[in-house]
Nanobody, 121 residues
Framework: QVQLVESGGGLVQPGGSLRLSCAPS????????MTWYRQAPGKERELVAT???????NYAEFAMGRFTISRDNAKNTVSLQMNSLKPEDTAVYYC???????????????WGQGTQVTVSS
C-alpha cells in the first residue's frame, strides 16, 4: 500500500489562490495518470482535472481557465494551481495517482487522504 501526502489546502477569500500538491510518501517506480477530484458537503465526488504520463491535460468545465494541473516526474508530484477561487469551490480535494510501485508490479490506483479547501470571506 502506498500512502499519498497532500498539502496546500486552507481558507482563502473569494478571488484568491491556492496551490495543492500530492506525492507518494515512499519511493515508487512510475506514475501514470494523475487526477484531482473534489467532494463538497452533500455532493458526490467529482473530477477536477487530470494529467497523463505524456503531459496531456483535461479539465472539468468549472475548472477551465482558473485551475492548472501540472506534474513533476522527477519528484513524483502532481500540483493543482487554483486561481480566482469561488465559494462554490469549497470542498475536500483528493488526488488519485495510478502507481506502479515496483518494476515487477502493475499500475494500481491510490487515493490521497484529502485536503480541505474553504473559500469564504
Amino acid at each position: 500500500q502506498v500512502q499519498l501526502v497532500e498539502s496546500g489546502g486552507g481558507l482563502v477569500q473569494p478571488g484568491g489562490s491556492l496551490r495543492l500538491s500530492c506525492a507518494p510518501s515512499e519511493n515508487i517506480f512510475q506514475i501514470n495518470t494523475m487526477t484531482w477530484y473534489r467532494q463538497a458537503p452533500g455532493k458526490e465526488r467529482e473530477l477536477v482535472a487530470t494529467i497523463n504520463s505524456g503531459g496531456s491535460t483535461n479539465y472539468a468545465e468549472f475548472a477551465m481557465g482558473r485551475f492548472t494541473i501540472s506534474r513533476d516526474n522527477a519528484k513524483n508530484t502532481v500540483s493543482l494551481q487554483m486561481n480566482s477561487l469561488k465559494p462554490e469551490d469549497t470542498a475536500v480535494y483528493y488526488c488519485l495517482l495510478e502507481i506502479m510501485k515496483d518494476t515487477w508490479s502493475y499500475f494500481r490506483p491510490y487515493w490521497g487522504q484529502g485536503t480541505q479547501v474553504t473559500v469564504s470571506s
